[in-house]
């Protein structure tokens, strides 16, 4: 007997009418997902996602009665689950967003303007795939499952005198934000070692993220600048619209360079390239960490630093919104640790 898989059960969330037919065309041209309801406010929103129970909720985050925020937080206090949020590629809704993410939503979807039938056809295509990934974990993990998740160390993993980190790359995708928020706060001020984050977010973003963290964390957080030296103690954060290298000029002194090369690059920053980069500048004293995303971005970056001796750390399935990068660095064997996200810093820090 052959058992149907079930569809994806999709409720959207947008006062736009024109927006509700457009997200329901696009995630109904893919026959795994079924729209379950579509709601006119974020009121009209919390009662449908409680009446429904749908996998996912997609939530514009202006509307009237009840905006998409205020939906979230009811949302993930009474019944949680994968909520995408629409976003305008703007310093504004790049804030929005973060705040979003902060209450829970597991990513954000970018509200572009499409410039040709090609563009349509990819953001399309993007949307689907996003909504199947977070779908994948229908879940909020309870609070006492992270806690007592115990990290997975291959042996022999220990740090030695001969054995020093100076740089750490941490690398992550969807649900990225927010777990780089959960990570970076547990990392001491008197830490000797240097910090790039590289997270695939539009440039208007990367800024309004390091501000962000900046205001949360003992380390000084900012976005990269190009030239900008690497310094132990501090947190540079790739910019969006650019690949960040890092580039070694002598013993003493490493600096970010910013580039639009290659061109037929899909992500801008590239996790890969970064990590690469590192491993270059650094050998072995350079550490990688993949955190939860999709696709798998930063596996070849790790090989780099395996193969110069570097630690690479990976998230564990059951901790992340999409278990895709870290699961790409964990199957090909190339993770000394695997970390439930809660503890990656505490992990991190020992191996400094």
């Not at 959207?12 to 079924?34: C, Q, T, W, Y």
């Not at 960040?244 to 996790?271: D, G, M, N, Q, V």
Request: hydrophobic share 45%.
């Amino acid at each position: 007997m052959v058992f149907k898989k079930k569809p994806i059960r999709v409720l959207i969330v947008d006062d736009s009418a024109f927006m509700r037919r457009v997200v329901r065309e696009m995630l109904e041209s893919d026959p795994g997902i079924e729209v379950v309801g579509a709601a006119r406010d974020g009121q009209e929103g919390v009662e449908m996602t409680l009446e429904l129970d749908p996998d996912v909720v997609t939530m514009d985050i202006e509307m009237p009665r009840m905006n998409g925020l205020e939906a979230i937080d009811a949302i993930m206090a009474r019944s949680p689950r994968p909520i995408l949020v629409f976003s305008s590629i703007t310093s504004e809704g790049a804030e929005v967003t973060l705040e979003a993410l902060d209450k829970g939503a597991a990513d954000y979807v970018e509200k572009t303007i499409a410039r040709s039938v090609l563009d349509v056809l990819q953001v399309k295509k993007d949307f689907v795939e996003k909504v199947k990934a977070v779908s994948r974990r229908r879940r909020i993990i309870a609070a006492s499952v992270k806690k007592t998740a115990t990290p997975y160390v291959r042996p022999p993993v220990h740090k030695t005198a001969s054995h020093v980190t100076d740089l750490v790359v941490i690398g992550t995708s969807t649900g990225g934000p927010r777990a780089v928020q959960q990570v970076l706060p547990g990392i001491p001020k008197d830490v000797d070692a240097a910090f790039v984050i590289a997270v695939h977010m539009p440039q208007a973003f990367t800024k309004a993220f390091a501000e962000r963290m900046n205001a949360h964390c003992a380390l000084p957080v900012k976005e990269a600048e190009d030239g900008e030296q690497i310094r132990a103690g501090r947190v540079l954060v790739a910019p969006g619209g650019v690949q960040t290298l890092i580039e070694r000029r002598s013993a003493a002194s490493a600096k970010i360079h910013l580039t639009k090369e290659p061109a037929s690059s899909i992500y801008r920053p590239c996790i890969d390239l970064t990590i690469g980069s590192a491993a270059e500048a650094y050998g072995s004293r350079a550490m990688g960490v993949i955190l939860t995303g999709m696709g798998h971005d930063g596996k070849e970056g790790i090989a780099a630093i395996k193969k110069k001796g570097g630690w690479a750390l990976a998230q564990d399935e059951a901790s992340c919104t999409v278990y895709g990068m870290p699961k790409a660095i964990v199957d090909a064997g190339l993770a000394d640790v695997i970390s439930p996200l809660d503890k990656i810093s505490e992990e991190i820090v020992k191996l400094l």
